[in-house]
């Protein structure tokens, strides 16, 4: 093999490295942005509740209560939910009080604290997607903290991500772009 291959097969593992470890993260993720003076959600992936007890049916729809960690991403409108316990939740992840979407998309989907809401009928590890925006907001007027936030169960877990992408371990940038940089590099002719 000719170095120059070579070193596009260093440089393409060192970016599939740090990609694939960006990528790497709970079944079910919901990702918060300030988009055109709005705040969207949006929520996307799986949820295997396996290991959860089940508490019943309950009436919900799109909100958030930042300062007691309610989130609920879906239509504004009411949706009857599934609900099960046995979830650890990682808290407040802001100081807003109650207030409801404006609009939105798809199935309701969420968390109160410790309960775990799923559309009425979902199948355990199929796909979910649902969004909610809270028109004319800002991550300041719902009192949202920009960060990470992770609710666990023995199964599965849902990563909040508000602002930002989450940023990648420090080592694994390094090893990436030292992959990538090793790549790219003449080698001087002998």
Given at each position: ?190
């Amino acid at each position: 093999m000719k170095c120059g291959v070579k070193r596009f097969l260093i440089a393409l593992v060192g970016s599939t490295l740090i990609i694939g470890i960006h990528n790497a993260q709970a079944a079910l993720v919901v990702d918060v942005a300030e988009t055109a003076g709005d705040v969207v959600f949006a929520a996307s992936g799986t949820v295997d509740f396996t290991g959860l007890s089940s508490f019943g049916l309950t009436v919900t729809q799109g909100a958030i209560t930042p300062v007691s960690g309610a989130l609920l991403v879906g239509p504004s409108i009411d949706a009857i939910t599934d609900g099960y316990e046995g979830v650890t939740a990682p808290g407040a992840f802001g100081t807003g009080n109650f207030i409801l979407a404006s609009t939105g998309t798809g199935e309701t989907f969420g968390f109160i604290s410790t309960l775990l809401l799923v559309p009425q009928g979902y199948a355990s590890s199929a796909p979910i997607a649902a969004t909610s925006k809270y028109a004319g907001a800002t991550f300041a007027s719902l009192g949202l903290t920009p960060g990470t936030y992770i609710w666990t169960w023995s199964s599965d877990s849902v990563t909040l991500r508000i602002g930002s992408a989450v940023p990648l371990p420090p080592a694994i940038v390094l090893l990436g772009s030292a992959l990538i940089g090793v790549g790219f590099t003449r080698r001087k002719p002998q």
